[in-house]
């Protein structure tokens, strides 16, 4: 408090809105808080950079719907933060619970406990088709959309002779897509299917996540090697 205040009484900041309720156990649907229990789960790097390049797709479409939506600040930013821990804690539970009937039920389980809310649960479970859990909100299907093309644009990055996404692009994206020899671990079907479910054609889809991808370049690792 500055010294120079001639009010006695105590100041209080009005700035920050109190906690929310149906946030997680340490009182607060944050970003921070997803990545800890990520972190928690998640030894492999190249798990964490999958979940932070699906985070960075998904966040995107959080903020084009959110503008889309007209939403003022405060309720564009809870959307954003919606979008963006679904993306990062999609994949949580996978390295301790890998198996179709664990994953991702456990990490369910455990974001229920923890009271994460519904409609990230909700979103990560329909991330698996073999839940056989329904893909309703936008959310559902933005999580789908990007999660095998977010693999797939990283993959596309890394056999660039500079491994940098910058040097990607969607017509070579495309291209790839029809090389099954090429991210053989990459379910095609999935990445059209996500596009069409949510409305928007497979190039654009593309070119979004793209970008999306380029912005988070340093932090994805896929900045590329100094020349
Ligand atoms: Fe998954
Ligand atoms: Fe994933």
């Not at 959309?145 to 996404?165: H, M, Q, R, W």
Request: hydrophobic residues 40%; contains cysteine.
């Amino acid at each position: 408090m500055s010294e120079t205040t001639s009010n006695p009484l105590p100041q209080q900041d009005l700035s920050e809105p109190p906690p929310k309720e149906g946030a997680n156990a340490a009182g607060a649907n944050d970003r921070e808080a997803a990545w800890r229990l990520l972190n928690q789960y998640t030894q492999s790097a190249s798990l964490l950079k999958h979940a932070l390049s699906v985070e960075a797709c998904v966040r995107a479409y959080g903020e084009q719907r959110a503008a889309e939506l007209g939403l003022p600040p405060e309720e564009a930013r809870a959307l954003v933060d919606t979008y963006a821990i679904a993306g990062l804690l999609h994949d949580f539970d996978y390295e301790k619970y890998p198996s179709p009937e664990e994953h991702p039920w456990v990490g369910n389980r455990i974001l229920t406990e923890q009271g994460w809310p519904e409609e990230v649960r909700h979103a990560i479970l329909a991330h698996a088709e073999y839940t056989q859990t329904p893909r309703v909100s936008h959310l559902d299907k933005v999580l789908f959309a990007c999660d095998e093309l977010a693999g797939f644009l990283t993959a596309n990055a890394l056999v660039k002779p500079t491994k940098s996404i910058h040097d990607v692009n969607t017509p070579s994206v495309l291209k790839k897509m029809k090389d099954k020899a090429f991210a053989r671990g990459v379910n095609r079907e999935d990445i059209v299917t996500g596009a069409a479910e949510l409305g928007v054609d497979l190039p654009d889809h593309i070119a979004f996540c793209l970008a999306a991808m380029q912005q988070h370049a340093e932090e994805l690792g896929l900045a590329g090697t100094t020349p």
